[in-house]
């Protein structure tokens, strides 16, 4: 949320902001920290509506999105992930709701698909550790590489960095000791899948990564890969530091070394 409203603190576009998110924990991790981060940020937004609703229990989201359009919101920030995001959007598409989409997981499996059916060219984002058309040479040879393995997208670029840093780990300890490598991994830095450095904080072991917001619509000129079939993908317009993603920590570990 600190990368997305820091993205979302710069774009006048946004003046009223409906909020819609699963009801357990992420989803109200989610609607606090954009209630709070929003007033941080960008104190002149309204926020127009701050909805929970079942989680996976819904199947049509149509009284949903009336009532997103009967509150005049010009944004949508949500959380959902899976089926819900997919037809929240679907139902969107539906009702010609046309607002700005900022989420975490629209691009989970169905989700391009949807957008698609928006409509919305360039007015669905995401805030991703890295995606499919980051000009990077090596994860764009892994994208190659896998897409006609697995038939799917590399969803979660983090998958492949929690392996390059636990072998670095496991390399510089010598060994296959839990301690050792936990020692190895405090502060330990590596090039990242999307290119960029990622480091685990030594006070919490948080792994911090550059972030990036992008936005899904017709292919840009150079990008290669569309997402499901629709014709449309990924692309990068903002990217956040990693270090300006980090927060204060409580965390007072207890460490057996």
Request: aromatic share 10%; glycine share 10%; proline share 5%.
């Amino acid at each position: 949320m600190a990368a997305l409203t820091n993205f979302m603190k710069a774009r006048t576009s946004v003046k009223k902001v409906y909020l819609i998110n699963q009801d357990y924990s992420f989803g109200h991790a989610v609607r606090a920290q954009a209630v709070a981060m929003l007033k941080e940020k960008r104190p002149d937004v309204q926020i127009v509506g701050n909805e929970l609703h079942p989680l996976l229990k819904i199947n049509d989201f149509a009284p949903y999105i009336a009532k997103i359009k009967a509150s005049g919101a010009d944004s949508v920030i949500t959380g959902n992930w899976g089926q819900d995001i997919a037809l929240l959007l679907k139902a969107a598409a539906d009702a010609g709701l046309k607002v700005d989409w900022y989420t975490y997981y629209a691009g989970g499996a169905g989700g391009p698909t949807a957008i698609k059916q928006t409509g919305l060219s360039d007015r669905v984002f995401a805030v991703v550790e890295g995606h499919a058309n980051v000009p990077h040479p090596p994860s764009q040879a892994i994208e190659a590489d896998f897409r006609p393995r697995t038939g799917q997208a590399v969803w979660y670029p983090r998958a492949f960095n929690q392996m390059y840093m636990l072998s670095e780990a496991i390399k510089a300890a010598g060994a296959v000791d839990a301690k050792k490598i936990a020692q190895k991994l405090e502060g330990m830095r590596i090039t990242t899948h999307n290119g960029g450095v990622g480091y685990m904080r030594t006070d919490n072991h948080q792994f911090i990564q550059d972030m990036f917001i992008a936005s899904f619509g017709p292919l840009p000129a150079g990008a290669k890969y569309d997402e499901e079939g629709t014709g449309w993908g990924w692309k990068t317009l903002g990217k956040v530091e990693g270090k300006d993603t980090e927060l204060a920590t409580t965390c007072k570990m207890s460490r057996p070394y």
